[in-house]
């Protein structure tokens, strides 16, 4: 029982190094799990993530930014434009710039500025 235990913590461990580059691209990844976890157990399709930037997940698949574009759109936000990676949005006198990227191949995050 103790060798498979060890055996199981040696294999943990050297996958944690092995991927560490995208566990952790993040930084802390615990509130980007959540967030992942929330996707899948609700029928959100945005989620806000927990932390010090005002941060949201979707799921990358073939509607593209519009899931975020319609949430966006729900806070009175009107979409001006794309730059790149970059979104931008008017409300008012006021404007808001966003930057997406991709976190592994299922899932976009949105960073607002």
């Known amino acids: ?3 498979i235990f060890l055996m199981f913590l ?3 461990v050297l996958f944690i190094i092995i991927n560490a580059p995208v566990i952790f691209q ?3 990844p615990i509130p980007l799990a959540v967030g992942i976890a929330k996707l899948h157990t609700t029928d959100q ?3 806000k993530i927990d932390g010090e930037n005002k941060r949201y997940v979707t799921k990358a698949d073939s509607q593209g930014n519009q899931p975020f574009l319609d949430l966006m759109s729900s806070k009175k936000w009107v979409f001006k434009e794309q730059a ?3 979104l931008f949005f008017t409300k008012g006198e006021k404007e808001l710039i966003v930057e997406s990227e ?3 191949s299922k899932y976009r ?3 607002l500025d």
Request: hydrophobic residues 35%; proline residues 0%; positive net charge.
């Open 84 to 86: 790149g990676a970059g």
């Open 26 to 28: 993040e930084g802390n």
């Open 102 to 104: 991709m976190y592994t």
């Open 10 to 12: 040696s294999l943990s």
């Open 45 to 47: 399709s945005v989620v």
């Open 109 to 111: 995050i949105y960073t």
């Open 1 to 3: 029982m103790k060798k």
